[in-house]
């Protein structure tokens, strides 16, 4: 066991990590140790789980269950640029059960994971290098990604805050900062295509 977490921090996801049907915190602190902070329904604990160790310099991609099994998973970014499946189980062992997804993927930026082909498997959203908006969807196994789609293009001056039904209309939407102007846009999504995207905030 570590000691306790050390800032700065790599965010990782919000997610219900933990199964009990409340969002969590999971995030790599400055030593590449992995930690949750379990949701309480109205914020997060102070008391910081560990869970894993060795991430230092990854970038992550967020938490789905990837491989069905009933636990959240953690995808990320090697420092080589292998896109990496951390499998969770029960005990939380996640760097005994290591995939890697797929290689070569040096300037991705990751907008999130969510079912965003609504098939029932969670998929990774990033951004490649030229500014396209691209889709890796789920296998449901565990074992890797199919073969990506382009769902977007001239991406290439956003920050992403993340994958989500903002809307409440049952299919994820991207979140994302206009780094020019700091207005933070919602590109609502439906089962197949973004609609108008809504200005949400400025000064971000």
């Known amino acids: 066991m570590p000691d306790l ?21 999971v995030a ?16 997060w604990s102070t008391s910081a789980v560990y869970i894993g160790s060795g991430l230092s310099g990854y970038t992550f991609a967020g938490i789905g ?26 005990g939380h062992d996640l760097l ?8 070569r993927w040096n300037g991705y930026t990751f907008a999130g994971v969510a079912d965003f082909n609504r098939d029932g498997k969670p998929d990774v959203i990033g951004r490649h290098p030229d500014g396209t908006l691209r889709l890796f969807p789920g296998t449901g ?17 956003f920050t992403f805050a993340g994958v989500a039904d903002l809307n ?3 299919n994820p939407d ?10 933070l846009w919602l590109y609502p999504r439906t089962a197949t295509a973004f609609s ?9």
Do not use: H
């Open 5 to 25: 977490p050390k800032a700065p921090f790599a965010f990782t996801d919000v997610a219900d990590y933990n199964g009990d049907s409340k969002a969590d915190v």
């Open 28 to 43: 790599a602190d400055a030593t590449g140790s992995l930690w949750l902070y379990p949701g309480n329904g109205g914020g």
């Open 65 to 90: 269950d990837f491989n069905t099994a009933g636990y959240a998973d953690i995808v990320a970014m090697a420092p080589g640029c292998t896109l990496r499946l951390f499998r969770g189980d029960a």
């Open 96 to 103: 005994t059960q290591v995939t890697n997804f797929a290689s």
């Open 141 to 157: 196994t565990g074992a890797g990604l199919d073969t990506s789609a382009q769902i977007g293009t001239s991406w290439t001056s």
């Open 168 to 170: 409440g209309d049952a």
């Open 174 to 183: 991207v979140i994302a900062r206009e780094d020019a102007t700091g207005i």
């Open 196 to 204: 108008t995207r809504q200005q949400i905030g400025t000064g971000w």
